[in-house]
T-cell receptor, first 114, second 111 residues
Framework: GAGVSQSPSNKVTEKGKDVELRCDPI?????LYWYRQRLGQGLEFLIY????????KSGLPSDRFSAERTGESVSTLTIQRTQQEDSAVYLC????????????FGNGTRLTVT | DAKTTQPTSMDCAEGRAANLPCNHS???????VYWYRQIHSQGPQYIIH???NNETNEMASLIITEDRKSSTLILPHATLRDTAVYYC????????????FGKGTSLLVTP
């Protein structure tokens, strides 16, 4: 079946511009997670959604970062006034509501801030 | 979440079994052991997870010691496509608990 879909796959933007990254989770998956992975580094947790509420935003690095989710569907991660240190791959994952279900990841959006 | 310790890198000959160890000595009773891998330029791929019993699926086997302080992921017949970074993660098995990825083990499968 269809996996987690992220768009765009690549985004190049100028420093100071705003960007929006989109994640379409697997149908029926109530939980949705955003991660960031800088070049050569591990994954950093950003935010978690259960349905359209975000009980854990602890990983968002600054107030330039925000995310929203429509129901149990698409999520958008927005980065305002982008900086060069925002360059990274942004990964989205979703999981069903069942106990101990694993997370399923998309292939990410590679963001380059010039 | 409990911290895990994995070797930085390992090599394995194609066709042989790859045994990837993981230490998680501070694991709690309600934490599962999950394994993921990440092939270059792709998102992490789920492999297997378990609580205390050994588990097997079409990709791999997971052997967890009786005291649950360590585990081993076994790829029974490694292929070149198994070259990837392998992450061992312990996590409370409930929605809302994010996976905390460490540095993982970089596995190189050689011809």
């Amino acid at each position: 079946g269809a996996g987690v879909s992220q768009s765009p796959s690549n985004k190049v933007t100028e420093k100071g511009k705003d960007v929006e990254l989109r994640c379409d989770p697997i149908s029926g998956h109530t939980a949705l997670y955003w991660y960031r992975q800088r070049l050569g580094q591990g994954l950093e947790f950003l935010i978690y959604f259960q349905g359209n509420s975000a009980p854990d935003k602890s990983g968002l690095p600054s107030d330039r970062f925000s995310a929203e989710r429509t129901g149990e569907s698409v999520s958008t991660l927005t980065i305002q006034r982008t900086q060069q240190e925002d360059s990274a791959v942004y990964l989205c994952a979703s999981s069903p509501p069942q106990h101990n279900s694993p997370l399923h990841f998309g292939n990410g959006t590679r963001l380059t801030v010039t | 979440d409990a911290k895990t310790t994995q070797p930085t890198s390992m090599d394995c000959a194609e066709g042989r079994a790859a045994n990837l160890p993981c230490n998680h000595s501070t694991i709690s009773g309600n934490e599962y052991v999950y394994w993921y891998r990440q092939i270059h330029s792709q998102g992490p791929q789920y492999i297997i997870h378990g609580l205390k019993n050994n588990e097997t699926n079409e990709m791999a086997s997971l052997i967890i010691t009786e005291d649950r302080k360590s585990s081993t992921l076994i790829l029974p017949h490694a292929t070149l496509r198994d070259t990837a970074v392998y992450y061992c993660i312990v996590r409370v098995a409930a929605s809302g608990y994010a996976l905390n990825f460490g540095k993982g083990t970089s596995l190189l499968v050689t011809p």
